[in-house]
Nanobody
Framework: QVQLVESGGGLVQAGDSLRLSCVAAEGTFRNYAMGWFRQAPGKEREFVAAINWSGNTRYADSVKGRCTISRDNAKNTVYLQMNSVKPEDTAVYYC??????????????????WGQGTQVTVSS
């Protein structure tokens, strides 16, 4: 079991920026691929971004060019920098672990450990 704790969410205005963080209480963090997902009320959880152990990244089309995923293995932390946020970005954001560190998967079922989520609300 890997414990993940997200932070950095909040209420922002459209066009603002914010950075989400996810800290893993796990010494082998560097071996994992990490993903960010989000879930809006009444909708299914959807993929946002992923980063593998070598730093390669993948993004959903809806956030490409506005979001950047990064990781700091020394701090067991993965980040999601969100710029030019839109009201449709409003959701609970979750980070998750894919134990196959080389993968850049977008499916919810590919990830085995999840954080509790952090709320992001974007006002228009």
């Amino acid at each position: 079991q890997v414990q993940l704790v997200e932070s950095g969410g909040g209420l922002v205005q459209a066009g603002d920026s914010l950075r989400l963080s996810c800290v893993a209480a796990e010494g082998t963090f560097r071996n994992y691929a990490m993903g960010w997902f989000r879930q809006a009320p009444g909708k299914e959880r959807e993929f946002v971004a992923a980063i593998n152990w070598s730093g390669n990244t993948r993004y959903a089309d809806s956030v490409k060019g506005r979001c950047t995923i990064s990781r700091d293995n020394a701090k067991n932390t993965v980040y999601l920098q969100m710029n030019s946020v839109k009201p449709e970005d409003t959701a609970v954001y979750y980070c998750a672990v894919n134990r196959l560190g080389y993968q850049l998967r977008s499916g919810v079922s590919e990830y085995v450990y999840w954080g509790q989520g952090t709320q992001v609300t974007v006002s228009s």
